[in-house]
């Protein structure tokens, strides 16, 4: 008999289905694998982790990550930003740095060795969102600070087919159709196709996204294997950021103007081919392998004010084209122990090849944006290439133990080497001249993570749990391939940090609360400058990070439930000197983060039944921001309305869905391609979508 005939013994079965389970659990099970890389309750794991299922989701109408994770405790994600209108810049802890959280996509980091692919992500297809708030050191090659976000997606054998159609103001609209393909002895596959185009009040602005997905599962060789295949077309016409003058955002640029060229444009291409292999090895053993590789491209034109006046040239653009090759290699061993306890330990490998050739020029646009110039009266100034590679090379033990009845401890540590050469060259066409440099970093540095639960009351299903970390954290500096061509590797980030909490589950688990405390000690964080009117990095001394989170969920009824999060947020310089550009230093210990409120707030309602009228109702508070590391410059706090109505049937469902229904305009993001630049929150969005299940 062909060995993918073969019939799975009892045991092997139940290990393959707890690898499935660890991809993609029913939607009743109540289990994490963020922060364990195994099916786990998350009131054992101490740290603050939230699940997000596709049964909430679509009642929510969210079909983004901003809306996916609006009500969140401890997370504010801003649309939008330098990655275009499909992007997003998510904040956690206080911190809005594009590298300080990791994305994971079905256990591989979604955009490798570089930075987030926000703009890349669709949602369709997702089983469940798992966000975990805090540093994840120990079991992913590319590590983050301060919060993970995993996509996972179901499982082949449980899709099922579908079709979306919708349609909305500013010219958006889209199509999704998920099938499940007809399926051999052993193997399951299905196919995601979907289509989306989202228009904005801004001038010259949106986005159409095409995204596939197939994927497969075969049982075979007493074991799984798994292959998918994703690819994703991106045009966005990019919005531009609006100019602060002093203290505050200038009134003498209307509120929707695009100062880019004539025709800008950011496009992004992305094919992702994912492959794996899961068994028993006997006993209670458990072997799973990934790879993972992944080729994207992105063609920018694109360019901002940098002097908010009619002096010729006001503003500043750069033609670029960036080439990335990204490699994702994990092998890990699992052991039940039995008694509560659980051993993982595994090695993985994260290359990455990143190269950006363009230049850059100078123009004149209106402050109101109007008539701007075309691209081919605009030839570059310049010839600039950066060529960066990354090699991240990790050994990783994870462990939990049950060490008494109320008792649950766990630590792990990894060992990581991160490679990292840098060559750069700017040809200068008016005088000729030639700059090139090169650069190469090798750390090699232990991380690692330790943290106990306790259950301090418990009866029947309901429980209190007290947790308490600890968390050592290393990643490589951000990479710039930009048109800064700076051959400097900056220096690592390190931090450490603590945090303290309680999670509690009361009436028959229908109301779940959680309390958090977290203090993180930052070095070495990677911020925008400007240098010759071009966008850089550089590292930023030391920070500290502390705070406390609160969130309520309360399953009223069958029908009904509410989410309540508040979250207090202190981020601030403890010493860094910088340079404003009056040949002086100035000391910012002390000094706020820009852009990182003190106070966030979400409130929530959800009324779901079965079959009829559906509703839900959303409140967010962001509170007041410095725009700027000196302080002198503050921006007031703003909520925001979003709202939903539709009907739902055993086959199909309708739904009529508001975003920023107060239609409100703050700034939400800074930009790095140039100083005292921001993205405001997109105006109101009304959209109609009907879906049907078959």
């Given at each position: 008999?062909a060995?993918?005939?073969?019939?799975?013994?009892?045991?092997?079965?139940?290990?393959?289905?707890?690898?499935?389970?660890?991809?993609?659990?029913?939607?009743?099970?109540?289990?994490?694998?963020?922060?364990?890389?195994?099916?786990?309750?998350?009131?054992?794991?101490?740290?603050?982790?939230?699940?997000?299922?596709?049964?909430?989701l679509?009642?929510?109408?969210?079909?983004d990550?901003?809306?996916?994770?609006?009500?969140?405790?401890?997370?504010?994600?801003?649309?939008?930003?330098d990655?275009?209108?499909?992007?997003?810049?998510?904040?956690?802890?206080?911190?809005?740095?594009?590298?300080?959280?990791?994305?994971?996509?079905?256990?591989?980091?979604?955009?490798?060795?570089?930075?987030?692919?926000?703009?890349?992500?669709?949602?369709?297809?997702?089983?469940?969102?798992?966000?975990?708030?805090?540093?994840?050191?120990?079991l992913?090659?590319?590590?983050?600070?301060?919060?993970?976000?995993?996509?996972?997606?179901?499982?082949?054998?449980?899709?099922?087919?579908?079709?979306?159609?919708?349609?909305?103001?500013?010219?958006?609209?889209?199509?999704?159709?998920?099938?499940?393909?007809?399926?051999?002895?052993?193997?399951?596959?299905?196919?995601?196709?979907?289509?989306?185009?989202?228009?904005?009040?801004?001038?010259?602005?949106?986005?159409?996204?095409?995204?596939?997905?197939?994927?497969?599962?075969l049982?075979?060789?007493?074991?799984?294997?798994?292959?998918?295949?994703?690819?994703t077309?991106?045009?966005?016409?990019?919005?531009s950021?609006?100019?602060?003058?002093?203290?505050?955002?200038?009134?003498?640029v209307?509120?929707?103007?695009?100062?880019?060229?004539?025709g800008?444009?950011?496009?992004?291409?992305r094919?992702?081919?994912?492959?794996?292999?899961d068994?028993?090895?006997?006993?209670?053993?458990?072997?799973?392998?990934?790879?993972?590789?992944?080729?994207?491209?992105?063609?920018?034109?694109?360019?901002?004010?940098?002097?908010?006046?009619?002096?010729?040239?006001?503003?500043?653009g750069?033609?670029?084209?960036?080439?990335?090759?990204?490699?994702?290699?994990?092998?890990?061993?699992?052991?039940?122990?039995?008694?509560?306890?659980?051993?993982?330990?595994?090695?993985?490998?994260?290359?990455?090849?990143?190269?950006?050739?363009?230049?850059?020029?100078?123009?004149?646009?209106?402050?109101?944006?109007?008539?701007?110039?075309?691209?081919?009266?605009?030839?570059?100034?310049?010839?600039?290439?950066?060529?960066?590679?990354?090699?991240?090379?990790?050994?990783?033990?994870?462990?939990?133990?049950?060490?008494?009845?109320?008792?649950?401890?766990?630590?792990?540590?990894?060992l990581?080497?991160?490679?990292?050469?840098?060559?750069?060259?700017?040809?200068?066409?008016?005088?000729?001249?030639?700059?090139?440099?090169?650069?190469?970093?090798t750390?090699?540095?232990?991380?690692?993570?330790?943290?106990?639960?306790?259950?301090?009351?418990?009866?029947?299903?309901?429980?209190?749990?007290?947790?308490?970390?600890?968390?050592?954290?290393?990643?490589?500096?951000?990479?710039?391939?930009?048109?800064?061509?700076?051959?400097?590797?900056?220096?690592?980030?390190?931090?450490?940090?603590?945090?303290?909490?309680?999670?509690?589950?009361l009436?028959?688990?229908?109301?779940?609360?959680?309390?958090?405390?977290?203090?993180?000690?930052?070095?070495?964080?990677?911020?925008?400058?400007?240098?010759?009117?071009?966008?850089?990095?550089?590292?930023?001394?030391?920070?500290?990070?502390?705070?406390?989170?609160?969130s309520?969920?309360?399953?009223?009824?069958?029908?009904?439930?509410?989410?309540?999060?508040?979250?207090?947020?202190?981020?601030?310089?403890?010493?860094?000197?910088?340079?404003?550009?009056?040949?002086?230093?100035?000391?910012?210990?002390?000094?706020?983060?820009?852009?990182?409120?003190?106070?966030?707030?979400?409130?929530?309602?959800?009324?779901?039944?079965?079959?009829?009228?559906?509703?839900?109702?959303?409140?967010?508070?962001?509170g007041?921001?410095?725009?700027?590391?000196?302080?002198?410059?503050?921006?007031?706090?703003?909520?925001?309305?979003?709202?939903?109505?539709?009907?739902?049937?055993?086959?199909?469902?309708?739904?009529?869905?508001?975003?920023?229904?107060?239609?409100?305009?703050?700034p939400?993001?800074?930009?790095?391609?140039?100083?005292?630049?921001?993205?405001?929150?997109?105006?109101?969005?009304?959209?109609?979508a009907?879906?049907?299940?078959?």
């Open positions: 008999m060995l993918s005939h073969r019939p799975l013994t009892s045991l092997s079965l139940l290990l393959s289905a707890s690898v499935l389970l660890a991809q993609a659990p029913a939607p009743s099970a109540n289990v994490e694998v963020t922060a364990t890389r195994f099916p786990e309750d998350p009131g054992k794991v101490p740290a603050s982790i939230t699940i997000l299922t596709a049964k909430e679509a009642e929510r109408g969210a079909t990550l901003r809306s996916a994770l609006s009500l969140l405790a401890g997370v504010s994600i801003a649309p939008g930003g990655g275009g209108p499909a992007s997003s810049v998510p904040e956690f802890w206080g911190l809005k740095e594009f590298d300080a959280f990791l994305l994971v996509v079905d256990g591989v980091p979604w955009g490798g060795a570089f930075n987030p692919a926000l703009s890349t992500l669709s949602l369709e297809g997702v089983e469940r969102i798992e966000v975990q708030r805090g540093a994840a050191p120990v992913y090659g590319a590590t983050s600070f301060v919060g993970v976000i995993q996509i996972i997606r179901g499982v082949p054998a449980d899709a099922q087919g579908s079709l979306r159609l919708s349609g909305g103001t500013h010219g958006s609209g889209g199509a999704a159709l998920t099938l499940r393909l007809p399926s051999g002895p052993g193997l399951d596959s299905s196919l995601i196709l979907d289509h989306d185009k989202q228009g904005f009040a801004d001038a010259r602005t949106d986005f159409q996204r095409d995204h596939l997905l197939w994927r497969n599962r049982q075979a060789l007493d074991g799984v294997f798994r292959f998918d295949l994703e690819g077309r991106l045009d966005q016409s990019p919005a950021p609006f100019p602060r003058v002093g203290k505050a955002l200038t009134t003498l209307p509120l929707d103007a695009n100062h880019n060229p004539a800008a444009f950011l496009q992004d291409r094919v992702t081919l994912s492959t794996g292999y068994r028993s090895l006997g006993g209670s053993t458990l072997w799973s392998t990934t790879l993972s590789v992944s080729r994207s491209s992105q063609d920018v034109f694109r360019g901002f004010l940098v002097d908010v006046s009619t002096t010729d040239p006001n503003a500043h750069f033609r670029e084209r960036l080439d990335f090759t990204d490699v994702y290699f994990d092998s890990h061993l699992t052991w039940d122990l039995g008694s509560g306890s659980k051993v993982v330990a595994g090695l993985d490998h994260l290359h990455g090849q990143g190269t950006g050739t363009g230049g850059d020029f100078d123009y004149v646009v209106n402050l109101d944006g109007r008539n701007p110039p075309s691209g081919a009266t605009l030839p570059n100034q310049a010839a600039i290439r950066v060529d960066d590679q990354r090699d991240f090379s990790g050994l990783y033990v994870f462990g939990q133990w049950q060490a008494a009845p109320r008792l649950v401890v766990e630590a792990g540590l990894r990581t080497r991160a490679k990292e050469t840098r060559q750069t060259s700017t040809l200068d066409f008016e005088s000729g001249s030639l700059d090139q440099g090169q650069d190469a970093r750390t090699t540095r232990l991380s690692g993570s330790a943290g106990a639960t306790w259950t301090a009351w418990s009866a029947g299903e309901d429980r209190v749990n007290v947790f308490a970390g600890l968390r050592s954290t290393f990643k490589p500096a951000a990479v710039d391939l930009g048109l800064d061509s700076e051959a400097q590797i900056l220096k690592p980030e390190t931090a450490t940090s603590y945090d303290l909490g309680l999670k509690a589950e009436l028959g688990r229908r109301l779940q609360l959680e309390l958090s405390t977290f203090l993180m000690d930052f070095q070495n964080l990677v911020v925008p400058q400007t240098v010759g009117g071009l966008p850089s990095l550089t590292n930023a001394g030391t920070e500290r990070f502390q705070g406390a989170e609160f309520a969920v309360f399953r009223c009824s069958g029908d009904v439930s509410t989410r309540l999060a508040y979250s207090y947020h202190d981020a601030r310089f403890r010493d860094y000197a910088k340079d404003f550009g009056d040949g002086s230093l100035t000391q910012l210990a002390g000094k706020r983060l820009e852009m990182s409120p003190y106070h966030l707030g979400a409130l929530g309602i959800t009324y779901a039944p079965a079959r009829g009228f559906t509703a839900h109702a959303e409140a967010n508070y962001v007041s921001v410095m725009l700027n590391q000196r302080n002198t410059a503050p921006s007031g706090g703003y909520t925001t309305l979003a709202a939903g109505l539709g009907w739902r049937e055993k086959a199909w469902d309708l739904r009529l869905s508001g975003q920023n229904l107060t239609d409100r305009r703050p939400v993001s800074e930009s790095e391609l140039g100083d005292a630049q921001y993205y405001l929150l997109p105006g109101r969005q009304v959209s109609l009907v879906h049907y299940r078959f």
